[in-house]
């Protein structure tokens, strides 16, 4: 059924290759995940970089079906959608601002942020179109229509991409998560981390939003 992947191996090697360069440099969808890891540790950036993924599934999806195509071929539905996500990174970066939370997580509220989180992750992804135009150029460039159904060879190409997003993002999760317990117990340097997080998060939107079509 995947014999496709294997049967050329020039094209997967250089399909994964091509997928390492994207993921590794740095872009939204990571800055997104550092923001949340430093604001509330590995497991809220791990869940978000779950919600990127699932919002890059739900645009292969979109894409394998061709409904992607319907949606970029509208200017005013492109534009909307855009600022629909811009807006909501905006109000994230607002929210974390003002929160006045500390580090420490309450009994039973952990895995009530990490839901929180995980949905931030995929809404955001999924109001950001310019995945959905990543996907339609991306993608078919690696389709061989002569060995295997392009559709099963779309998903199957979006799922390795977005498992190796995941792997790159939680990693970076991590990471953040070091840098995070040096801010533990210290009130300064945690208002001076929230405000790097939400201004971080407040760039990202802005930008989202001012980029041109």
Known sequence: MFQFLWEDG???????TVVFV????????????LSRSMAGGAKEGVATSIGIQVGVLFHIL?????????????ATLFQAIKYVGAFYLLYLGVQTIRSKNDWTVMEGGEQSSMRKAFWQGAVTNVFNPKVALFFLTFLPQ?????????FLQFITYGLIFAVIGFLVDAAVALLADRVRTLFLHRKRAF??????SGLLLIGLGTWLALEDQ
Do not use: E, H, T, Y
């Open 142 to 150: 690696f389709i061989r229509p002569d060995v295997a159904s392009p």
């Open 10 to 16: 020039a094209q997967l090697f250089a399909f994964l």
């Open 62 to 74: 979109l894409a394998a079906f061709g409904v992607s195509a319907i949606l970029l071929a509208s």
């Open 191 to 196: 208002r001076l981390q929230q405000w790097g």
């Open 22 to 33: 994207i993921v590794l440099v740095p872009g939204p969808d990571m800055l997104f995940v």
